[in-house]
Each structure stands twice: as C-alpha cells, then as structure tokens.
C-alpha cells in the first residue's frame, strides 16, 4: 500500500519520503548538491499523489493508517509554509 506510486529507482516507502521531506524542510537533511531539489520536488508530488489517491486499509489498521496520513498531511504542510514564509534579512 505505501509504495506503489514510488518510481522503480527509489527503494524507499512512503514513511520515508515523508520523513525526507520533513527533514529537507526544516533543513535537518540536505540533499545532493547536483539533485537535491529535484529529489525534494519529485518526493512531493509522490506525497501529493499518495494523499490524493488515499484509501484506508482493513478496520485493524485504520488508527495506524490515519497516522501515516496525517504524517504525510503534516510533511506537506511544512512545505507549504516555508514557501509561503518571508526571508529574513
């Protein structure tokens, strides 16, 4: 269920895109020089595309299915307001 909208190159799954995404975010983790914003943008669109396209799992596991959305919900929305913040000077 969490990787099958991530490319065949990447071996990751959705909790880790996430996670890659937070951290790039808040600059806790810095990508590749020569990639590092295609990668962060690329990582995105995956969470875009999985929240778009979400569907919880068996009753069992819809606590720890919620968790993972709002995990994703949470990523995004740090992206959102450091786009939307104003550089200090």
Do not use: C
Not at 9 to 37: F, K, Q, W
Not at 49 to 77: C, G, M, Q, T, Y
């Amino acid at each position: 269920m969490f990787t099958e909208l991530l490319p065949e190159n990447r071996s990751m799954d959705i909790l880790h895109v996430a996670l890659d995404v937070h951290m790039t975010t808040t600059g806790s983790m810095e990508r590749s020089y020569a990639t590092g914003d295609q990668e962060q943008q690329a990582d995105i669109e995956i969470l875009k595309k999985k929240l778009a396209n979400w569907e919880p799992s068996i009753k069992r596991s819809l606590a720890f299915d919620n968790a993972v959305r709002a995990l994703i919900v949470a990523a995004l929305a740090e992206v959102e307001v450091e786009a939307n913040a104003v550089p200090s000077l």
